[in-house]
C-alpha cells in the first residue's frame, strides 16, 4: 500500500546535539514534499518543502532536509537542537495522481530536547 | 488577524451523540480540509471542499458528514455510526484544491473530541 513511514516515533537528544529523522515514502509516481512541526500547544506549521530541482532544500529555524529520490527518502535534519525544537514533527507527501492537493502524512515523530 | 478558528477547544459527547465541529476562515481560502489525528496514526484526510457547495470524501469519511454553504465555513459532523469518535481533529484551508501549483495548507488549532 502507498504510504509514509517515520521511522523514529520518540526522539531525546540533549541541547546541542544533532538531529536527523527519518522519512520514507512508496508512492512511485511525482512527489511533493513537506516536513511540518507542531509545536507544543500551536497550530501544525510547515517546516520546509521539496518540489524539484536541488534535493537539499533549507527551511526556517535552521532546519533542512535531503530528497534522496532513489532510496524514496526526505529525511529532515538539523545540526544543532535547541530546547525550543522540542516539538513532533509530520512528514507528509502529496502525490501528484490524485486530482487535487492531497497530503499524505507519516505517523509523526516526538522530539524532545533537554537543556 | 487572518487565520482559521476551531471551537470548542475541548468537546465531550456522549455515545450514540451526534457532534458538530466548527471550522471557519478568514483567508478568504477557496478549499478546507478536515484532518483527524490519533496518537501513532498521523493526520488522516476526512473530508475535503474545493469550492462553497461541493464536497469530497478523503481516506476515512465513514460515520462522518460535512457542508459547505459558505466559503469561510466548513462545519464536520461525527455522526454515531463513528465507531471510534475520540480523536484531534484538524481543520485546514488552501487558497485552492487544484493540481496547477501547490497552495500551502495552513492548519487550525484542532478541536480534541472526546466521546464517553
Known amino acids: 500500500a502507498q504510504s509514509v513511514s517515520q521511522h523514529n516515533h520518540h526522539v531525546i537528544l540533549s541541547e546541542a546535539a544533532s538531529l536527523e529523522l527519518g522519512c520514507n515514502y512508496s508512492?512511485?509516481?511525482?512527489?511533493?514534499l513537506f516536513w511540518y512541526v507542531q509545536y507544543p500547544g500551536q497550530h501544525l506549521q510547515l517546516l520546509l518543502k521539496?518540489?524539484?530541482?536541488?534535493?537539499l532544500v533549507k527551511g526556517i529555524k535552521g532546519f533542512e532536509a535531503e530528497f534522496i529520490k532513489s532510496k524514496f527518502s526526505f529525511n529532515l535534519r538539523k545540526p544543532s537542537v535547541q530546547w525550543s525544537d522540542t516539538a513532533e514533527y509530520f512528514c507528509?507527501?502529496?502525490?501528484?495522481?490524485?486530482?487535487?492537493?492531497?497530503?499524505?502524512f507519516g505517523t509523526g515523530t516526538r522530539l524532545l530536547v533537554s537543556p | 488577524d487572518g487565520g482559521i478558528t476551531q471551537s470548542p477547544k475541548y468537546l465531550f459527547r456522549k455515545e450514540g451523540q451526534n457532534v458538530t465541529l466548527s471550522c471557519e476562515q478568514n483567508?478568504?481560502?477557496?478549499?478546507m480540509y478536515w484532518y483527524r489525528q490519533d496518537p501513532g496514526q498521523g493526520l488522516r484526510l476526512i473530508y475535503y471542499?474545493?469550492?462553497?457547495?461541493?464536497?469530497q470524501k478523503g481516506d476515512i469519511a465513514e460515520g462522518y458528514s460535512v457542508s459547505r454553504e459558505k466559503k469561510e465555513s466548513f462545519p464536520l459532523t461525527v455522526t454515531s455510526a463513528q465507531k471510534n469518535p475520540t480523536a484531534f481533529y484538524l481543520c485546514?484551508?488552501?487558497?485552492?484544491?487544484?493540481?496547477?501549483?501547490?497552495?500551502?495548507?495552513?492548519f487550525g488549532p484542532g478541536t480534541r473530541l472526546t466521546v464517553t
Open positions: 508512492y512511485g509516481g511525482t512527489v511533493n
Open positions: 485546514a484551508s488552501s487558497l485552492t484544491a487544484g493540481t496547477r501549483g501547490w497552495n500551502e495548507q495552513y
Open positions: 507528509a507527501v502529496n502525490p501528484l495522481n490524485t486530482g487535487f492537493q492531497k497530503l499524505v
Open positions: 471542499s474545493q469550492i462553497v457547495n461541493d464536497f
Open positions: 483567508l478568504n481560502h477557496d478549499a
Open positions: 521539496y518540489f524539484s530541482g536541488d534535493p
